[in-house]
C-alpha cells in the first residue's frame, strides 16, 4: 500500500503545481513535494523485480494444474514486471544524482516502460479472461438461486446461494477496478515513450491519470483486507 499512497501524494502535488502555474503563482514547493514522493517511491520499489520474477516461476510451477493460456499470460506479465522493476533501479540512481548520463537515462526509460506495457497487455487480457469466467458464474448462481426459489428450498440453502452471488459480483467489480487501473497505467506509460504535452499527454489528463490508477489501488487493496 505504500506505492499507492506515494503514487497518490506525488500526483497530488503535480495536479497542485500544475493549478498553481495556470493561476501564475509560484509551484515550486508542490514541484518540490511531486519530486521527493518520485524519488521515495522509487526508493520504496528497491529490489521489487525479485518478487515478481519468484512469482512467475511459482505461476510456471502451476501449469499443470492451471489453463495454459493463464499460466503463458501470467509467466509474461510477471517477467515483463521483473524487468520494468530491474531497470527502475537505475531511473532511482539518475533521479538521486548518482547516475548523469542524459542519453543512457532515455534509454533505459524507454526499456523500461516497454517492458511495461508488455506486462498492462498481459494483465488486461487475464482480467478479460477473468471476467468473461465471472460473468458465466454469475449466471449459473442466479439461475440456481431462481430455481432454489421455485423448489421452495430451507432458507439457509438460499442465504448460502445468495452469499455466494454476492461474492462473485464482489471479486467481478473488483477485477473491472484492475482493468480501469490498467488503462489509466497505460496511457502514463505511453506518454514515458511519446513525450508528449498535447492530446493523451496533456498534462492536466496524465495527472488525474495517476491519481485515479493510484486511488482504484488503494481501493482493490482495501476491499480485499
Known sequence: GTDK??????????LGALRAQRMGLTARR??????????SRKAVR????????????VIFEQRGSRPALDVTLGVIENLALSVFYFLDQFQFLFKAGIARDAR????????GACAELVSYAA???LAALELQRMKEEEVTLRDGLAG??????PPEELAEQRRRLARTRLQRALVSLSLAQILTDTLLTLNDIREADSGLGDPHLL????????????LKMWRKL
Open 123 to 125: 494483465a488486461a487480457a
Open 30 to 39: 508542490a514541484r518540490a513535494l511531486e519530486k521527493a514522493l518520485s524519488l
Open 5 to 14: 499512497v506515494l503514487k497518490a501524494g506525488r500526483y497530488a502535488a503535480r
Open 104 to 111: 543512457l537515462r532515455r534509454r533505459l526509460e524507454v526499456a
Open 148 to 153: 432454489l426459489v421455485r423448489g421452495k428450498a
Open 207 to 218: 495527472a488525474w491519470c495517476g491519481l485515479v490508477s493510484a486511488f482504484l489501488g488503494l
Open 46 to 57: 528497491w529490489g521489487k523485480f525479485l518478487g515478481n520474477a519468484h512469482r512467475a516461476a
